[in-house]
């Protein structure tokens, strides 16, 4: 078998709600809308695999003006090589950043086309750990009010999540007060038995990082996510000693190599890897196997249904990340997707590969 072309599209819903988070400017007026890139992957034997990334500028450059040539022509199963084949392609420019995006979107789509051609599900292929992995219901934008807060985080719970994330760190870092009484009312809300994760976005600075877990202790919160920017790694060590609650970081880290450094400097108690930043399936499970080796748990960062597979097949998983600004778009996107039920998530069982199909009418209507 052999790749006979690679494309990629962006789609993209004008209609997506605005967010802010920390770091994210006040959204504009009428601003809003969200996309994702897929990408295509096509085979002398009709067999295609699909993958996806974020939608960043510069990424369709990437695989289309750089990758496709290195893979076309070649045998699409020796994933081990074409990684190798894609990474030293990027060498001068891509070792972090929108050229690993590309890689990811291309990685991911192949294992999706190896699925479909031993006819199992991807989390089968890698090796099984569960059929079903908790999640917990994400969102909590700064730019929602406390009452728009509060009616996010209460529908998780009353759609059977026992675990939600919300964002601290308003207005980088600046709203202090205001940001311990959100935390505060979610806690009143969703009472004890719901486990209540934070997440800066890089907005805080050390000290301030520090006193702020102080003051979110008395909250039970189950972990403080990204308090700082990602390349202080001595920053989030020292704030993790400090604090009894853990710190969770890695969605802005690429590869093995970042992570080994994250990792051995104590900078994340809990691991984040992206598999649509890191280098898709690929490098996420080595990633995954050094958390592992360290003894510590992963729990993925976004990008929902391609993790669900490389979940299933993690023994180290926390938990996976479930957002209602995802799955606007999932519903629009895919034919279907398996839906969470109880706060657990499963993929398909008798669907190969990711198990999805883009929606006809959806590509026609959303392409840009």
């Not at 991807?122 to 090796?127: A, Q, S």
């Not at 870092?173 to 890089?202: M, Q, T």
């Not at 050094?290 to 097949?313: D, R, W, Y």
């Not at 499963?346 to 669907?351: G, I, L, N, V």
């Amino acid at each position: 078998m052999k790749i006979t072309d690679i494309t990629a599209i962006q789609l993209h819903n004008p209609e997506g709600h605005p967010i802010q988070d920390a770091t994210i400017p006040t959204p504009k007026e009428g601003s809003g809308g969200r996309g994702q890139i897929f990408v295509h992957i096509k085979t002398d034997e009709n067999i295609e695999g699909l993958g996806m990334t974020y939608a960043s500028p510069g990424v369709i450059d990437v695989i289309e003006n750089s990758l496709k040539s290195e893979l076309v022509g070649k045998d699409p199963l020796d994933i081990e090589r074409l990684w190798n084949d894609m990474y030293w392609k990027v060498r001068g420019y891509g070792r972090k950043g929108i050229a690993f995006c590309a890689i990811s979107a291309i990685d991911i789509g192949l294992w999706d086309l190896k699925g479909k051609y031993v006819n199992l599900p991807l989390y089968k292929l890698l090796g099984a750990y569960t059929d079903s992995v908790p999640v917990y219901g994400s969102g909590g934008w700064t730019n929602f009010s406390e009452k728009e807060l509060l009616e996010e985080m209460t529908r998780y719970v009353s759609d059977g999540i026992p675990r939600v994330k919300m964002k601290v760190g308003k207005n980088f870092g600046s709203s202090e007060r205001e940001d311990i009484e959100r935390v505060a009312a979610v806690r009143k809300a969703v009472g004890d038995n719901v486990s209540i994760y934070i997440d800066a976005n890089n907005g805080y600075y050390r000290k301030q990082a520090i006193y702020m877990a102080k003051e979110f202790e008395q909250f039970q919160v189950g972990w403080f996510e990204e308090p700082l920017i990602p390349d202080d790694i001595d920053g989030m060590a020292e704030i993790s000693k400090a604090t009894s609650i853990p710190i969770a970081t890695g969605e802005h880290e690429y590869t093995k190599y970042g992570f080994r450094d994250l990792i051995s400097r104590g900078g994340a108690d809990i691991v984040q890897p992206d598999i649509g930043r890191v280098g898709g399936v690929t490098e996420w499970l080595k990633i995954a196997h050094l958390a592992h080796s360290f003894n510590l748990p992963v729990a993925p960062h976004a990008l929902q249904l391609a993790h669900l597979h490389v979940a299933c097949a993690t023994p180290n998983l926390q938990v996976v990340e479930y957002m209602n600004v995802s799955l606007e778009g999932d519903k629009l996107w895919y034919v279907d997707f398996p839906k969470q039920k109880d706060g657990y998530w499963s993929p398909f069982h008798d669907k190969p590969g990711l198990g999805l199909e883009l929606d006809h009418y959806s590509v026609v209507k959303y392409q840009i």
